[in-house]
């Protein structure tokens, strides 16, 4: 029996398809590369040695994911695939609902048609919107600011409805805060397509000098140094959340939502002096105004997930940086 992983060649999804192939799974991996390339899927053979079936295809398309279903035999589901960037949701809404909601629902029938029910969800921090007070819980207040928000925090309502409607399905929703880092080979890691929107890869693309100098959004903000403050994880500590929440499936079933999170927070210039310390590299940045729609503080109450998947995060701001030039540099 396999584990599917959706959006596998993507940032997060390859790193935890490393981690469950170095653990003994067996995986298969779907991706319609619209974030992605397939020279991933040859790396994540690389790096472990390990063969697996890949399908090049789209979650939009229900008769595929059946195929899928009906070629392999399938025993839960890792479900990455979605459109994340914030900016794009709010241009194109129909395309994100489209592509995020629609997926998500075609993968749940099939699922349910084959008798595969249990799944682990990719949600985010962003479900906590601008309304809770942090460090947040998984009790806490949800809201959404834009398209990409509301989507993850309609399927994790649809996901509980799911569960109760029918208790046999077993659904962990993670809610991922700010990843960053790359695998130690080098070989993967996170490559935006175009002007990086998230602040580490930013940095990245300044020290090698592809991008003049670093604009920090705001020094105003009620903060110790007034810039903006998120609980950054490193991406193969979030891998190995993903492997604590399939134990907590197979062991205790059920509808259940954790933050994946450090449950320390970082503010924008201590993570450029972490890059600097790390990579010996200097980066040249101005202040300017807030970006719209930023809030000056992001961090996980890490309890539930200590208390119940038994997962703490160990990589330092410092391992992140490392290895996120390490990746960049082998571009
Ligand atoms: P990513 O874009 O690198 O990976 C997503 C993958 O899904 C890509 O390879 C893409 O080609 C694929 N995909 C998208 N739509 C598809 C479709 N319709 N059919 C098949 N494949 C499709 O993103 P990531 O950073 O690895 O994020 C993975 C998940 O985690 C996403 O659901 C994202 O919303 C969530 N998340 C990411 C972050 C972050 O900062 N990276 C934070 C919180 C949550
Ligand atoms: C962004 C998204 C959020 C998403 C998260 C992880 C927005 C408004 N929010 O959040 O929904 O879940 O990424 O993918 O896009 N910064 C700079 N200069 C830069 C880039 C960022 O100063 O060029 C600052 C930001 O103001 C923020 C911090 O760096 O204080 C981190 O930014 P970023 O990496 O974009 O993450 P989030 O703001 O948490």
Redesign the pocket.
């Known amino acids: 029996m396999a584990i599917l992983i ?9 790193h935890t398809a490393v981690m469950l192939l170095e653990k003994g799974f067996d995986i298969v991996i ?7 390339s397939n020279d ?1 899927i040859e790396k994540i053979k690389k790096i472990t040695g390990k063969d697996f079936n890949f399908y090049n ?4 398309s229900k008769s595929d994911i059946d195929h899928l279903f009906q070629t392999e035999k399938i025993d839960s589901v890792i ?6 960037a914030v900016g794009q949701s709010v241009q194109k809404p129909l395309y994100y609902y489209e ?2 909601l629609c ?1 998500t629902i075609n993968l749940l029938h099939i699922m349910d048609n084959h008798h595969v029910k249990n799944l682990i969800f ?5 479900v906590y919107g601008d309304k809770a007070t942090p460090p947040y819980k998984e009790d806490s207040e949800t809201s959404a600011t834009n398209p ?1 928000g509301q989507s ?1 925090i309609m399927i994790e309502r649809m996901l509980e409805d799911l569960h109760h409607s029918d208790d046999s399905w077993n659904i962990i929703s993670l ?5 960053l880092g790359a695998h130690s080979s080098g070989l993967i890691g ?1 490559n935006p397509q175009g002007i990086p929107n ?1 602040l580490l890869p930013y940095i990245a693309q300044v020290a090698s000098g592809k991008l003049p100098e670093l604009k920090v959004f705001g020094n105003d903000y009620d903060t110790p140094d007034g810039t903006g403050i998120r609980d950054y994880i490193h991406v193969c500590d979030l891998a190995e959340g993903h492997i604590k929440a399939l134990m907590k499936l197979k062991g205790s079933p059920g509808y259940d939502v954790y933050n994946l999170g450090t449950g320390k927070g970082a503010s924008v210039l201590e993570l450029i002096s972490a890059f600097e310390n790390a990579n010996g590299i200097k980066i040249p940045y101005t202040i300017t105004e807030r970006r719209p729609g930023d809030t000056p503080l992001s961090i996980a109450d890490v309890e539930k997930a200590e208390k119940e998947l038994d997962f703490k995060a160990t990589r330092t701001l410092q391992d992140m940086c490392r290895d996120t030039w390490n990746f960049q540099k082998s571009l």
């Open positions: 959706t959006g596998g060649a993507g940032y997060i999804g390859s779907c991706d319609n590369f619209s974030n992605s991933v295809i789209d979650l939009r479900h990455f695939a979605a459109l994340k592509n995020n997926s990719s949600s985010s921090a962003t990409y993850k809610r991922y805060f700010n990843p996170e998230n």
